[in-house]
């Protein structure tokens, strides 16, 4: 593949700014200034290379892990409250056709994991009730929270637009007025819903797992990291040990 097409793969721009880019030494790799837009390169996944001094990797389909601050919409065309994308670096919103899209859909005030891709099929396994990945939620709650509204949870709840019962794959609670839920479905609310009925009301909200994705304190709210290969094998269910 030649260097401008590789770029213009990874979002640096249209084929012709992509071109300019290597003409003007501010690409590199292994040391060395590519200049010559026609020269090849084997891009391979993980490839390492530097834009304008900025170290990048090569991935074929991006599949990343964010952090997600309270305060902004995870649509890529926000209403009051600015977009997540607006975390991202300018080639992640411009590679391939629209950028990467966020993996389902957290609240503007829910915090928590938040993947983004623009691999199309990844996209649907990973939001699709049929393939069941679990999502966990630490729920911060209005009023305590007792032994028979973690049961009912279990259990099931009706919510009032489907007469069908919502059950929580797991519940647990974690404090007077706290609680951790394990959902494998993904409806409008379901959270918040869920917990008005069983006549409770939930304060805050944050997702700290999605399958074997698990959000730890080194990656700060609006921080985001590419999602190793292992990490995406189990999210998957191509690991030995995946949890999807």
């Known amino acids: ?57 090569y991935h074929e389909r991006a599949l990343i892990l964010m952090h997600k601050p309270p305060g902004y919409e995870c649509s890529q065309r926000p209403g009051a409250s600015p977009s997540v994308m607006t975390l991202l670096p300018g080639p ?40 069941h990945v679990p999502k966990v939620y630490e729920v911060t709650a209005k009023h305590p929270v007792s032994d028979e509204q973690i049961e009912q949870l279990r259990k099931g709840v009706v919510l009032d637009d489907d007469p069908a019962p919502v059950r929580a794959a797991a519940a647990e609670r974690t404090g007077e007025q706290a609680l951790r839920l394990t959902l494998t479905e993904g409806k409008y609310h379901q959270v918040k819903r869920m917990l ?38 189990r999210l998957t269910g191509r690991g030995a040990d995946s949890s999807a």
Do not use: Y
């Open 1 to 57: 593949m030649r260097w401008s097409q590789l770029l213009f793969t990874q979002g640096f721009g249209t084929r012709r700014a992509c071109d300019a880019l290597v003409h003007a030494g501010l690409v590199r790799h292994a040391g060395r200034a590519i200049d010559d837009p026609g020269e090849t390169i084997d891009p391979v996944e993980g490839l390492l290379f530097e834009v304008e001094g900025r170290a990048w990797p």
């Open 196 to 233: 008005a009925a069983v006549g409770n009301r939930c304060e805050a909200l944050h997702r700290s797992a999605i399958g074997a994705l698990v959000l730890h304190d080194e990656l700060r709210p609006g921080q985001w990291r590419w999602v190793s290969d292992e990490e995406h094998a």
């Open 92 to 131: 992640l919103r411009l590679r391939g056709k629209g950028g990467v899209q966020a993996v389902g859909r957290l609240d503007v005030d829910t915090t928590g994991v938040l993947l983004l891709t623009d691999d199309g099929p990844l996209l649907h396994r990973l939001t699709s009730p049929k393939h």
